[in-house]
Each structure stands twice: as C-alpha cells, then as structure tokens.
C-alpha cells in the first residue's frame, strides 16, 4: 500500500486506482541543484513580493494619516505610554498626509481582498487550461505596477486608492491557485510537505522583512518609498521567472532526466488521465474540501486580522513609533516563518519514516496550528500595557499558526493533485472574505481604541479559530478522492 495516501479512515480505504502498479520502485533524484527546489525557491521569492506588496501599506497606514487630527478624534496618541523615539530627519515627511478616520482605514485596508476574491476560482482554471507559469508571472506584474500608482492614488483621494488596491488584490488573486497547480506537476507526494512550505514561506519573509523595512523606509524617507521599493523587487522577480520556470517538468529544458523521471513516476498513479474534464459537481458536494473551507476561512480571520491592524495596534494601543512598530510587528511573522519550515520537515518525516497515515498528521498541525493561536491571542488582550508579554504572546500566537502549513493549508494536493489549483481557489475565495470584512469589523469594533475594544477582536478572531479547528478535525480527510482521478473513456480504465 502507497504509505503517503494511507487513511484512517473507513471509507477511504478503497481507492484501488492509487494502489495498483506502485510497487516499481522509483529511483529518489537528490535534493541539490535540483530543479524541483530550483522552483520552490523562485517561488518563495514570487510569494515574498506578494505579500511584500499587500502588507507594506498597513504600516505606511500609520504615516499616511494626519497625526493631528488622530489625536483630536481619537482623544490620545496611544493608551499605553509612548516608547522614547529619536527624531527624525529634518528632510523626513514630505509626503502628503490625510484626514482618514477610522472607518474609511478598515476600508482602505480591507480593499485589495474585493479583487482578491474575484480571481480566485478563475486563476485555479486557467492555470489548468493555459498553464500556470506565465498566469502567475503577469499576475504579480500586473500588482507591481498599481503598487508603483499608489501614491498618486493616495493624492487623488480614499476613493482611487481603495480602487487601486482592488486592482492589486485582482493581480494577486492568480497566484496561489496557479502555484498550486504547478506544484500538482513538480512535488513528488512525499516531499509535498517540505517543497510547498519552502514556497509559501516566502509569504511570512514578505510579512517578516517589509513590515521593519517599510517603518525604515516611512523613518528616513517618506510613506511613498514604501510603494517604489518594493515594486522594483517585483519588477526583478518577475524578468527571474519569465526565464527560469516552466510549467512541468517535461517542459523544462535544463531538468535532469533522472528527477524529471522520480517526479513523473510518483506522481502516475494520483493525476487524471483527462486533461479538460473537471468533475464540478463531485468538487463541491465533496466533505473533504468544505472542511478545508471551513478551516481556511477561520484560520484567515485571525491571520488577516493581525497582518492588516497590527501596526495600528501597536502604535494605537502600545504606544510604539513607526520605526518601532515595524520590527515589532514583524517578529510575529519571523516565528511563523520558522515554524513553518520545521513542521514541513516533521510532517513528511512522520508520515515517510514513522509511516503515519497522512490525514493524522494533516489534522494534528492544523489542531496545534489553529487553537494555539486563539489561546495566545486572547491572553495578549489581558496583559495591559506590559509591552513585553504582548509582543511574546502576539509573537507565539503567529508561530503557532505556521504549524497549519503542513495541515489544512496543503489538503489539497493529498485528495486532488489533479484539480489543486481549482481547489485552493474554491478554498481561497471563502478564505478572502476574513481579508474583506475582518479589518472593517475590528475598525468599527474600536473606534475610541481601548484595550477592551481590542479584547473583543481578539475573542472573535479566537473563537472562529476554534470553530475551523473543530469541523476540519470531523470531516478532513488525507486521501486521493476516487473523482479526482477520472479516467477518460479513450484512455479506458
């Protein structure tokens, strides 16, 4: 029996397609200089300007509004004591600033997931039916260049700036359902685990190295450099891709043959046979992948709750500078990005070497991935203004959520390599909408900022956690669903 589809669970125990023929013995390609982890590393650095480009503004957020003005409405500059900070350059603050109120930020910052979640599901079939490479490439392209506009939006008012952010979150929205399914034709089964997690990785380094650099940036410049920085990053990742990735292994033209041959022969007996037929009906009537929806979707609520407002917090509530408030905020990311790594290594390790059925080990790291959060969250909102118990328990929350990579997060390839990039887009379009409402509501639940305000977020975020943890945990399964390897009549059986 193929070790990494074992389940246990009863119903799963009869998928005679995955079994038949595997016992050929598939020679292992080595790890260095291979072009598999060629891949994952370019896609790292393709989900580092991701979310370099999504996160910047949250704390640009916090030099773009009129300072003045804030502390009239909001009645203080922060509820705890404000840290000591060294001036800044006279040259420093020469970019506009704005008289946003509380409301319009939610919006503002709430914005690039309403074109987030329109290309979800579409990304997820035309990297299918075009391929993913260039779906991907011109995705992130199409963001670098709104980013490059956003302070010429800025300027123009609230109004082109959220217009602007809906047309970076319409780029974005390609990106993981395509890189998904490129990695349903390049990450042999067993190595899944550690060849997305280096990929995603790159997501919490975007997180963990733009919110100190942007808050730099903001100190020494102004907010706009914020914008141009991190655009030019993209604009090299992008001339990177375009001439160092191809959409499968038989498409590339420097792999060896012996891992393009590893790669083909696990991955034989788990891809349809037919490449236009998409079994829609069995997809979303599927429990497996709704339990995935469920998991994700709360999982977000508190990763985007946290990525979008905590600089506002810790300037807001903390009382931390904008030079600050960047390394702080990013510390959070930094132990998410570790742990990451780590349960993608722990996770093929059990599952390979300890031979542990995969969907216990999908459910444990996304238990330990999303109640641990929601314990450490809650407890930051009742530590006051002990500066450094919040930071360490807002730091332990995100790392413990990284452990999720190796989860939920992944599910998709383990019931349907095939149909992944459509999958995560189905998954990543409920999943979006933490992004859209989630800073709106927390906004609106803390107009004055006080820390009972921010008590209140915190117990919402923690408790739809647990919720995801819950249903994943009944109804996750780790097995190649029997419609995702649809043999085709012309093929016969």
């Given at each position: 029996?193929?070790?990494?589809?074992s389940?246990?669970?009863?119903?799963?125990?009869d998928?005679?397609?995955?079994?038949?023929?595997?016992?050929?013995?598939?020679?292992r390609?080595?790890?260095?200089?291979?072009?598999?982890?060629?891949?994952?590393?370019?896609?790292?650095?393709?989900?580092?300007?991701?979310?370099?480009?999504?996160?910047?503004?949250?704390?640009?957020?916090?030099?773009?509004?009129?300072?003045?003005?804030?502390?009239?409405?909001?009645?203080?500059?922060?509820?705890?004591?404000?840290?000591?900070?060294?001036?800044?350059?006279?040259?420093?603050?020469?970019?506009?600033?704005?008289?946003?109120?509380?409301?319009?930020?939610?919006?503002?910052?709430?914005?690039?997931?309403?074109?987030?979640?329109?290309?979800?599901?579409?990304?997820?079939?035309?990297?299918?039916?075009?391929?993913?490479?260039?779906?991907?490439?011109?995705?992130?392209?199409?963001?670098?260049?709104?980013t490059l506009?956003?302070?010429?939006?800025?300027?123009?008012?609230?109004?082109y700036?959220?217009?602007?952010?809906?047309?970076?979150?319409?780029?974005?929205?390609?990106?993981?359902?395509?890189?998904?399914?490129?990695?349903?034709?390049?990450?042999?089964?067993?190595?899944?685990?550690?060849?997305?997690?280096?990929?995603?990785?790159?997501?919490?380094m975007?997180?963990?190295?733009?919110?100190?650099?942007?808050?730099?940036?903001?100190?020494?410049?102004?907010?706009?450099?914020v914008?141009?920085?991190?655009?030019?990053?993209?604009?090299?990742?992008?001339?990177?891709?375009?001439?160092?990735v191809?959409?499968?292994?038989?498409?590339?033209?420097?792999?060896?043959e012996?891992?393009?041959?590893?790669i083909?022969?696990?991955?034989?007996?788990?891809?349809?046979?037919?490449?236009?037929?998409?079994?829609?009906?069995?997809?979303?009537?599927?429990?497996?992948l709704?339990?995935?929806?469920?998991?994700?979707?709360?999982?977000?609520?508190?990763?985007?709750?946290?990525?979008?407002l905590?600089?506002?917090?810790?300037?807001?509530?903390?009382?931390?500078?904008?030079?600050?408030?960047?390394?702080?905020?990013?510390?959070?990311y930094?132990?998410?990005a570790?742990?990451a790594?780590?349960?993608?290594?722990?996770?093929?390790?059990?599952?390979?070497?300890?031979?542990y059925?995969?969907?216990?080990?999908?459910k444990?790291f996304?238990?330990?991935?999303?109640?641990?959060?929601?314990?450490?969250?809650?407890?930051?909102?009742?530590?006051?203004?002990?500066?450094t118990?919040?930071?360490?328990?807002?730091?332990i929350?995100?790392?413990?959520?990284?452990?999720?990579?190796?989860g939920?997060?992944?599910?998709?390839?383990?019931?349907?390599?095939?149909?992944?990039?459509?999958?995560?887009?189905?998954t990543?379009?409920?999943?979006?909408?933490?992004?859209?409402?989630?800073?709106?509501?927390?906004?609106?639940?803390?107009?004055?900022?006080?820390?009972?305000?921010?008590?209140t977020?915190?117990y919402i975020?923690?408790?739809i956690?647990?919720?995801?943890a819950?249903?994943?945990?009944?109804?996750?399964?780790?097995?190649?669903?029997?419609?995702?390897?649809?043999t085709?009549?012309?093929?016969g059986?």
């Amino acid at each position: 029996m193929e070790r990494y589809g074992s389940d246990t669970e009863g119903e799963e125990q009869d998928t005679p397609l995955l079994q038949r023929g595997h016992k050929d013995g598939v020679q292992r390609a080595p790890v260095c200089c291979s072009s598999r982890y060629g891949l994952a590393l370019l896609s790292s650095y393709g989900f580092f300007v991701v979310y370099s480009l999504r996160v910047n503004l949250s704390v640009a957020m916090v030099d773009m509004l009129n300072s003045t003005h804030q502390s009239t409405t909001n009645h203080s500059v922060s509820v705890c004591p404000a840290h000591a900070s060294p001036a800044r350059p006279k040259y420093n603050h020469t970019a506009s600033v704005y008289n946003w109120d509380s409301e319009t930020q939610g919006w503002i910052l709430g914005s690039f997931f309403y074109g987030y979640i329109l290309t979800q599901i579409p990304g997820g079939y035309l990297a299918g039916r075009f391929g993913p490479k260039w779906l991907m490439g011109l995705g992130i392209l199409g963001t670098v260049i709104f980013t490059l506009l956003t302070p010429v939006a800025a300027d123009l008012g609230a109004s082109y700036l959220i217009a602007v952010r809906v047309l970076e979150g319409i780029g974005e929205g390609v990106t993981f359902p395509a890189m998904y399914t490129m990695w349903a034709a390049w990450a042999p089964p067993l190595e899944r685990s550690r060849l997305l997690t280096i990929s995603y990785i790159g997501a919490q380094m975007g997180t963990v190295i733009s919110l100190p650099l942007s808050g730099e940036i903001c100190f020494y410049l102004d907010w706009t450099y914020v914008f141009y920085v991190f655009g030019a990053v993209g604009l090299v990742w992008f001339f990177l891709w375009a001439f160092l990735v191809f959409d499968s292994p038989n498409t590339h033209p420097r792999i060896s043959e012996r891992e393009r041959l590893y790669i083909n022969n696990s991955l034989k007996n788990e891809l349809s046979t037919s490449a236009t037929y998409i079994p829609w009906r069995a997809i979303v009537t599927s429990r497996p992948l709704w339990a995935i929806v469920v998991a994700h979707f709360s999982y977000n609520w508190t990763f985007y709750t946290l990525l979008t407002l905590l600089p506002t917090y810790m300037y807001n509530i903390l009382g931390f500078s904008i030079q600050q408030n960047g390394f702080l905020s990013a510390l959070p990311y930094m132990g998410c990005a570790v742990l990451a790594v780590v349960s993608g290594q722990v996770a093929d390790y059990l599952r390979e070497t300890c031979l542990y059925p995969t969907v216990i080990v999908r459910k444990s790291f996304s238990i330990i991935g999303m109640i641990g959060p929601a314990v450490f969250l809650v407890a930051a909102g009742y530590i006051g203004c002990n500066y450094t118990l919040a930071v360490t328990f807002l730091t332990i929350s995100s790392a413990l959520g990284g452990v999720s990579a190796s989860g939920f997060n992944i599910n998709h390839l383990d019931i349907a390599p095939s149909y992944a990039g459509i999958l995560l887009g189905i998954t990543n379009t409920f999943a979006t909408i933490p992004g859209m409402v989630g800073p709106v509501i927390a906004r609106a639940l803390t107009k004055q900022n006080t820390i009972e305000e921010w008590q209140t977020v915190f117990y919402i975020a923690a408790a739809i956690n647990l919720f995801g943890a819950t249903v994943y945990t009944m109804f996750g399964r780790g097995t190649v669903q029997p419609w995702a390897v649809h043999t085709s009549y012309s093929h016969g059986d």
